[in-house]
């Protein structure tokens, strides 16, 4: 039934003109007739993804499908082998840009969210090498993650803990690469500030990155690529960030506890806010002392308001967690502890909760907003801004 909705609006976009035709190909070595490759539309900025299209594999090792959208897409591709096993990744798919050309996937299945991506919006060596380094880290990374599986189904602990521990610690391991990889596009979005690729990736950023390089990035793109879908999209979102720059009045909210307590901005008229966003990531987790001895110290002017998921993951992941299990070199166990037993006002993203996050632009995990006393944004970052609130409470009040 998706599939003939799809079909039929792709119809209705041919007969208004507005129809964009492109052929996705894969060359992929390990597809076997039956294999499904399924195809999310990637909604910006949210990245949230909605079902656009199947494709059923027909013959070994490769794919065809050419087919229309309403203009340029941005698609999450998924593996679905008829053998039902999926190899072990620390990716959730492949993110490829598609416009009105044939792009092509080359690679494997055994790393498939790794393939090489060439042809249509691809064709730009700036570009390609950029990828070939991104793609070499991706493989070695997710090479660590398959290992650390093998070992846990092999119930062999000790290559279990090197494996993992390699794979929690690889960013420092390669920061040059990583630096190496973030110069390299650089270069690219500075020679092409106009390019889809741009476009996009500033669109990614937007809600994470300095308003001024937001802002720098859009001014510099030509006329077309500023009135594209993606172009006006990005537009529409740097006008949502300059709502929220310090100084400006910070949005209110309203929270309801799992215990039924509730609170809003207006409740916190007077003291300091520190909202937290917080959950199961090592921000978290290296943060979450930092958090509870500020609150101890100023809990009497400082209101904390804690934003997470679900408890229940937390309570899950507790109870699943030995007592010498560690997260970057922090014992989990205690961490865990400590974030079932917060003492300050915790409410989860559940029923109208979740607005917060929307009207504040939480760009990730760990995530803080420090509010004035008279309801004015002071700093929103990640932990840039719990040391603002630092700093400020220490400077009024005293260490």
Request: net charge negative; proline share 4%; with cysteine.
């Given at each position: 039934?998706?599939?003939?909705?799809?079909?039929?609006?792709?119809?209705?976009?041919?007969?208004?003109?507005?129809?964009?035709?492109?052929?996705?190909?894969?060359?992929?070595?390990?597809?076997?007739?039956?294999?499904?490759?399924?195809?999310?539309?990637?909604?910006?900025?949210?990245?949230?993804?909605?079902?656009?299209?199947?494709?059923?594999?027909?013959?070994?090792?490769?794919?065809?499908?050419?087919?229309?959208?309403?203009?340029?897409?941005?698609?999450?591709?998924?593996?679905?082998?008829?053998?039902?096993?999926?190899?072990?990744?620390?990716?959730?798919?492949?993110?490829?840009?598609?416009?009105?050309?044939?792009?092509?996937?080359?690679?494997?299945?055994?790393?498939?969210?790794?393939?090489?991506?060439?042809?249509?919006?691809y064709d730009n060596?700036?570009?390609?090498?950029?990828?070939?380094?991104?793609?070499?880290?991706?493989?070695?990374?997710?090479?660590?993650?398959?290992?650390?599986?093998?070992?846990?189904?092999?119930?062999?602990?000790?290559n279990e803990k090197?494996?993992?521990?390699?794979?929690?610690?690889?960013?420092?391991?390669?920061?040059?690469?990583?630096?190496?990889?973030?110069?390299?596009?650089?270069?690219?979005?500075?020679?092409?500030?106009?390019?889809?690729?741009?476009?996009?990736?500033?669109?990614?950023?937007?809600?994470?990155?300095?308003?001024?390089?937001?802002?720098?990035?859009?001014?510099?793109?030509?006329?077309?690529?500023?009135?594209?879908?993606?172009?006006?999209?990005?537009?529409?979102?740097?006008?949502?960030?300059?709502?929220?720059?310090?100084?400006?009045?910070?949005?209110?909210?309203?929270?309801?506890?799992?215990?039924?307590?509730?609170?809003?901005?207006k409740d916190c008229?007077?003291?300091?806010?520190?909202?937290?966003?917080?959950?199961?990531?090592?921000?978290?987790?290296?943060?979450?002392?930092?958090?509870?001895?500020?609150?101890?110290?100023?809990?009497?002017?400082?209101?904390?308001?804690?934003?997470?998921?679900?408890?229940?993951?937390?309570?899950?992941?507790?109870?699943?967690?030995?007592?010498?299990?560690?997260?970057?070199?922090?014992?989990?166990?205690?961490?865990?502890?400590?974030?079932?037993?917060?003492?300050?006002?915790?409410?989860?993203?559940?029923?109208?909760?979740?607005?917060?996050?929307?009207?504040?632009?939480?760009?990730?995990?760990?995530?803080?907003?420090?509010?004035?006393?008279?309801?004015?944004?002071?700093?929103?970052?990640?932990?840039?801004?719990?040391?603002?609130?630092?700093?400020?409470?220490?400077?009024?009040?005293?260490?």
């Amino acid at each position: 039934m998706r599939n003939v909705l799809f079909y039929l609006l792709i119809c209705f976009a041919s007969m208004n003109g507005t129809a964009m035709p492109f052929t996705i190909q894969g060359k992929i070595e390990g597809l076997i007739p039956g294999d499904t490759l399924s195809f999310e539309r990637i909604i910006m900025p949210e990245f949230k993804l909605d079902f656009t299209f199947d494709v059923i594999v027909e013959q070994s090792n490769e794919f065809i499908y050419s087919s229309s959208h309403e203009h340029i897409g941005y698609y999450m591709m998924s593996y679905k082998p008829v053998s039902g096993k999926v190899t072990a990744s620390d990716k959730r798919g492949l993110a490829l840009l598609v416009k009105d050309d044939t792009t092509c996937l080359i690679g494997a299945t055994d790393q498939i969210y790794y393939c090489n991506l060439e042809g249509g919006l691809y064709d730009n060596e700036r570009l390609q090498e950029a990828l070939r380094l991104e793609i070499f880290l991706g493989k070695e990374r997710s090479g660590l993650m398959k290992l650390t599986e093998e070992a846990r189904a092999a119930k062999d602990a000790i290559n279990e803990k090197e494996y993992r521990d390699k794979f929690n610690s690889f960013h420092s391991e390669h920061r040059e690469d990583f630096q190496r990889l973030s110069r390299l596009y650089d270069d690219f979005h500075e020679k092409f500030p106009s390019s889809e690729h741009t476009i996009v990736d500033a669109l990614q950023m937007v809600m994470s990155a300095p308003f001024d390089t937001s802002l720098s990035k859009y001014e510099k793109m030509n006329e077309d690529a500023q009135n594209s879908y993606f172009g006006k999209l990005l537009k529409q979102e740097i006008d949502k960030m300059s709502v929220l720059l310090p100084g400006n009045d910070a949005p209110d909210f309203h929270l309801t506890a799992m215990d039924g307590r509730e609170i809003s901005l207006k409740d916190c008229a007077g003291s300091y806010v520190l909202i937290y966003h917080w959950g199961l990531c090592p921000g978290s987790f290296q943060r979450e002392k930092d958090v509870l001895d500020l609150y101890n110290r100023y809990k009497d002017r400082l209101i904390v308001v804690g934003i997470t998921d679900r408890i229940e993951y937390i309570k899950e992941t507790y109870n699943s967690t030995k007592p010498e299990d560690k997260l970057m070199d922090i014992e989990m166990k205690p961490v865990l502890e400590s974030m079932l037993a917060h003492p300050w006002f915790d409410a989860e993203k559940t029923g109208n909760n979740d607005k917060i996050e929307t009207d504040y632009a939480f760009a990730g995990l760990p995530y803080f907003v420090f509010i004035s006393p008279d309801g004015k944004i002071m700093a929103r970052d990640y932990h840039e801004a719990f040391y603002v609130a630092k700093n400020k409470m220490e400077s009024e009040f005293g260490k």
